[in-house]
């Protein structure tokens, strides 16, 4: 029952902020919770085809109906994802739309409200086609079923293809210019009248401006009207461009867009030195999100999560269409590096960073962790009891007891791969395509070699890739799980030279960001808690120690160490502080924090005066 309602919670999230896709609640999510198209949800009985049926037509003759194609019902069929969604005529049973084959199988639905027409009479579905492309489709009652309507696409796509040359040739790139697909969305909004549907067209190619220079962007978006004469005349209207951060698309709140920088080598950063009156300068790393809040000739004017506020070129941005949007901006891990599910996933191999991380993570960010709170609950099923309770060990005793341990719970000795033996092996380093991170939205590793159970992929998780097979990437993950991969989901990223250098962004922490937050005079405590959590060993050793000490600069992080930290985890600090530090430095130190460099030693009393 957790489960049930963490997923009824990461719904109600989402639900204001982007389209939901029903066909994923996690492996362990009943097969019949389903949600309409407000985020109610309705809990289906696989047993029972009457509770299968869910958003009901205006009309309620029809219904949507979940379905694993045909498949036979087994103990593991009930407790996985749809693999189809079907309309069916309620009174009857009778399939009056299948899924459609053009879908990905398990289907991804883009559900709005308006996706029956008023009078029941026309359906539109918009759903995922590939790792990077959205399409809408249009049926219309025909008396026995709903048929396909076809639409212009051509128009739309030339359209499309118009806006695109033009933007080449405003960066002086021929029409020529080899393109790469970022992102292709059709989507259907709202129903005008009975026959008349509102649609959003978006295409982002990237294209190489020069060596010296991250890619452009070509951005291309339409908003448009289909109007249905009958099944082989439709028109459209009121075709319109969609200029800057107010698209439906890229919509998060207040009309701003979600983006990151286009360079995404992992140590990379741009410094932002246009910035508002009275602000300092300051530095955007790469998969860093920001918010795109205005356009200023050539230029974006960008606001990241610690407030800092300036204008950037745009071709250094890359804006995340609608499919890759994440949680609110200003009140999620996502904006500080920040990914949970993949944090989780590592922490239950029992690395110890990652569980301190995702204990300090609690106050860090609440809602996150209220969320996925069952997974806390049971990290004692993975991870044994004295591996907890030495992580937990770096806390005071307000910070124990959040974990429920047993007597009997696993130990998964050397569950964790070597990843620095992982990445001799390995060819690249990759994470896949979609780059939502929200919750159960991971993809799921089901072909896997001989011996091995499936596992999930999350949007920001690094991964190994290790070899190829019929046309598919062989990957390894942190925990040793290996699978294979079609190549279209997956997008390389330069191989990190050190173990740590990869280790952080798959246990969920983009450390610079982190690092960034620490030092911004307007985060709360909650940030250095977690930086206080980490360790860092080898080539990033005298990095972490800069970077601690520009933290302790901040009265209250020495208050959080001295106070909330044990005494084993302050020496352990005091330790870091001095990696790869100078002999002359080191003392520097000893004498700049005397009470975290001495704070452990019995307190001497006051020489006695002689007489």
């Known amino acids: 029952m957790k489960k049930l309602f963490v997923a009824v919670v990461i719904a109600g999230v989402f639900t204001a902020l982007a389209p939901i896709s029903i066909a994923y609640f996690g492996d362990d999510a009943p097969r019949g919770m389903v949600f309409d198209a407000k985020g109610n949800l309705f809990v289906a009985n696989a047993a029972d085809p009457d509770d299968q049926i869910y958003e009901k037509s205006p009309d309620e003759r029809f219904g949507f109906r979940d379905s694993f194609a045909g498949a036979a019902k087994t103990e593991q069929s009930e407790m996985s994802e749809p693999m189809a969604i079907e309309v069916v005529e309620i009174s009857s049973k009778r399939v009056v739309l299948p899924s459609p084959k053009e879908a990905l199988t398990p289907i991804h639905l883009r559900r709005q409200p308006q996706a029956w027409s008023n ?150 950063f741009y410094l932002v030195k246009d910035v508002e009156e009275g602000q300092q300068p300051f530095r955007l790393y790469a998969l860093e999100r920001f918010a795109v809040v205005d356009e200023k000739g050539d230029d974006y004017v960008v606001e990241d999560g610690c407030e800092h506020k300036g204008r950037i070129p745009r071709r250094f941005v890359h804006k995340f269409p609608s499919k890759f949007l994440g949680n609110e901006m200003d009140s999620c891990a996502l904006s500080r590096g920040v990914y949970y599910e993949v944090l989780l996933k590592v922490a239950q191999s029992g690395y110890l960073p990652a569980l301190r991380a995702l204990f300090a993570l609690g106050d860090f960010d609440g ?154 005079e307007r985060d709360s405590p909650d940030t250095r808690r977690l930086m206080l959590s980490l360790d860092l060993t080898g080539q990033s050793g005298a990095e972490h120690a800069r970077n601690l000490e520009r933290m302790l600069d901040h009265d209250d992080a020495r208050s959080l160490l001295l106070k909330e930290f044990s005494p084993a985890r302050v020496k352990a600090v005091r330790a870091m502080l001095l990696q790869g530090r100078a002999e002359n430095d080191k003392a520097e130190l000893i004498r700049k924090y005397p009470l975290i460099f001495h704070g452990d030693a019995p307190p001497k009393s006051p020489a006695k005066k002689k007489s």
């Not at 492309?133 to 008396?143: C, F, S």
């Not at 005008?192 to 982002?204: G, H, L, Q, S």
């Not at 209207?237 to 286009?262: F, H, P």
């Not at 939205?441 to 159970?453: D, E, Y």
Request: glycine share 8%.
């Open 119 to 268: 009078d029941s009479k026309h359906i539109a579905l918009s759903f995922q086609t590939g790792p990077r492309t959205w399409t809408a489709m249009l049926y219309e009652w025909d008396g026995k079923e709903f048929a396909e309507v076809s639409w212009p696409r051509d128009a739309i796509g030339k359209r499309i293809e118009e806006e695109q040359a033009a933007q080449l040739k405003a960066l002086g790139l021929p029409e020529s210019t080899p393109r790469k697909l970022v992102y292709e969305g059709f989507t259907a909004l709202e129903w005008v009248d009975a026959t008349a549907v509102k649609m959003i067209a978006e295409r982002i190619d990237s294209v190489v401006v020069s060596k010296d220079l991250p890619p452009a962007e070509l951005d291309a978006r339409f908003s448009f009207v289909i109007k249905i004469r009958d099944p082989q005349k439709m028109e459209i209207a009121d075709a319109t461009k969609i200029i800057g951060a107010s698209g439906y698309g890229y919509v998060i709140d207040k009309g701003w867009a979600e983006a990151r920088l286009a360079d995404e080598q992992p140590e990379s």
């Open 367 to 520: 809602a996150a962790a209220d969320i996925h709170s069952y997974c806390v609950d049971e990290i004692g099923k993975f991870v044994s009891a004295r591996q907890i309770s030495e992580a937990q060990g770096s806390f005071s005793a307000a910070y124990r007891g959040s974990v429920k341990t047993s007597k009997t719970s696993a130990i998964r000795r050397g569950k964790r791969t070597d990843f620095s033996q992982v990445l001799a092996k390995a060819d690249a380093c990759a994470r896949l395509v979609d780059e939502n991170s929200g919750g159960a939205m991971g993809r799921r590793v089901a072909r896997v070699p001989t011996g091995q159970k499936p596992f999930k992929l999350y949007g920001g998780e690094y991964f190994a890739i290790t070899g190829e097979k019929d046309g598919d990437y062989l990957i390894e993950d942190a925990e040793g799980n290996q699978g294979y991969v079609a190549k279209d989901f997956v997008e390389t990223v330069p191989k990190p030279t050190t173990e740590s250098a990869m280790l952080l962004p798959l246990m969920g922490l983009h450390y610079l960001r982190v690092v960034k937050g620490t030092q911004s």
